[in-house]
């Protein structure tokens, strides 16, 4: 009976994703029904865990019975408003690629089936990892299982254990995503269950990697897609990392395939200007930074890198730069009342912004030589978190350097390259002494811009003629 309330419960995130999703206009590709599915159920976990927030916001109990009105009152609507606004009809031509898409299945050679099922093995062993033991990392109990305990028994948001600063709790003023989700599933499940409300990370890396493969798609062969997403996949950070992986139920790499969407999907809008890839930037932007604080910063270096690619290829006027002008002054309205309540919460963590300043930063100089080294070894020695990545990071630079900060694809290299920098000043203003910080924190700070700078990756290698000659991009299939 538990697994049927937590299947219903995936379901319907997935199910509202893929209707609000269906909102936007369609973008072609080639990848139906992979990258829909991949981008649903990030899709829906936003929508449904603000929702829940806005209810809590307004101080509606975060009930049983809210919690199902809300469902089928959100279901109701975005199935009422698609059938108005976009129909139901699923047109010959639809119908049509979805059966070519699928008659591709068979085509496919023992290198792609080997790593299809590679990819399965991966995800079919996470899974019963998650449900083999409960919360048992510091973040993922101190942080996000704790609130979600705390939603689900008091309903609310303005308890004590959220105002009270006595009442100690970590990073009490980190964004709900994933506690109100997590709470949504003890909702569905009638009580807490930390093994199974785990599985919701599982489902993440299964989206990760759906939408790394649709990415790769758009533009590389499907062998080398497919490659692409099976090196991803087995990066043991996220299959096998206890304290980040997707295991754990940590926040990071929920947080990193919310940012790879909002980054790709702004990188896409640069090229394309459809309002399709602005509209789910913006929601993944939003996801993003409801999920941890680091995603406000790292969707605001995807909007640096966004306009120096800009600038750097062509001038846009006013009239084109509008459309990214409002989307941001919307995300800033819709989130307005989740940093209005957070500016009550009481803050007994560090402050990294007020931290950056160059008095403080001049006063860490004599920290750098230890940081660098601290990165140079987390890509370059941990090879039982990164696997091959060092050695791919060393192969695409040494063998083309001049290629290696050329073309467009550089986007994808400068966000973890600015991010890194961002890291950089805040260990050197930390009050904690990084020689014990960096060694808990490092890796899974970096985690959040894996997926995008493999992504440079393997564009660097084709880029640099390094990937067999059938590997381009074919015909859509």
């Known amino acids: 009976m538990s697994f049927l309330s937590l299947s219903a419960a995936l379901c319907t995130i997935l199910a509202t994703g893929w209707l609000v999703l269906g909102l936007i206009p369609r973008r072609h590709t080639g990848t139906l029904p992979l990258e829909p599915l991949g981008l649903s159920f990030g899709a829906g976990s936003f929508v449904l865990s603000f929702a829940l927030f806005l209810l809590a916001y307004f101080r509606i109990p975060l009930s049983p019975l809210t919690v199902f009105l809300l469902v089928v009152g959100l279901l109701g609507v975005l199935a009422s408003i698609k059938r108005v606004w976009r129909g139901f009809s699923f047109s010959p031509a639809r119908l049509q690629n979805l059966k070519r898409w699928i008659e591709t299945l068979g085509d496919l050679s023992w290198f792609e089936w080997t790593c299809v099922a590679t990819v399965a093995v991966f995800a079919a ?64 499940l009638g009580g807490i269950s930390e093994r199974l409300m785990k599985l919701l990370f599982p489902a993440f890396y299964v989206s990760l990697i759906l939408v790394f493969y649709a990415t790769m798609r758009h533009r590389f062969s499907r062998s080398y897609a497919l490659l692409g997403a099976t090196v991803l996949a087995g990066l043991p950070v996220f299959s096998a990392f206890s304290n980040g992986g997707a ?20 990188h896409r809008f640069l090229e394309s200007k459809q309002v399709t890839d602005l509209a789910i930037s913006l929601l993944f932007g939003l996801a993003a930074v409801f999920t941890k604080n680091e995603g406000l910063a790292l969707c605001g270096i995807a909007l640096v890198c966004f306009g120096g690619v800009r600038l750097m290829t062509s001038r846009w006027t006013l009239k084109e730069w509008l459309p990214l002008l409002l989307a941001t002054a919307l995300a800033a ?39 660098l080294k601290a990165f140079l070894k987390e890509y370059l020695l941990k090879v039982h978190l990164w696997n091959v990545l060092g050695v791919m990071l060393v192969a695409a630079l040494v063998l083309s350097p001049v290629k290696s900060l050329k073309g467009p694809h550089i986007y994808f290299l400068a966000l973890p390259l600015l991010y890194s920098a961002l890291l950089l000043g805040i260990f050197m203003t930390t009050d904690w002494r990084v020689e014990e910080q960096i060694p808990v924190a490092l890796s899974r700070l970096v ?31």
């Open 247 to 266: 295991a754990s139920g940590y926040a990071d790499l929920p947080l990193a395939y919310f940012v790879f969407v909002h980054a790709v999907s702004l």
């Open 125 to 188: 062993l996470i899974a019963l990892d998650s449900v083999s033991q409960p919360l048992l990392g510091f973040d993922s109990r101190a942080i996000w299982g704790m609130k979600a305990k705390v939603l689900f028994q008091e309903k609310g948001i303005y308890g004590e254990d959220f105002f009270d600063a006595s009442r100690l709790h970590a990073h009490q003023r980190y964004p709900l995503l994933l506690p109100l989700l997590e709470s949504f599933v003890c909702s569905f």
């Open 333 to 371: 309205i819709i989130l307005f009342p989740w940093f209005q309540y957070r500016s009550q919460l009481p803050l007994i963590d560090e402050n990294y912004w007020t931290l950056l300043k160059p008095s403080h930063l001049l006063a860490g100089l004599d920290r750098v030589p230890f940081i």
């Open 447 to 477: 985690m959040q811009t894996i997926p995008l700078l493999m992504l440079w990756l393997f564009h660097q290698f084709h880029e640099a003629n390094l990937t067999p000659p059938g590997w381009t991009k074919t015909p859509s299939s």
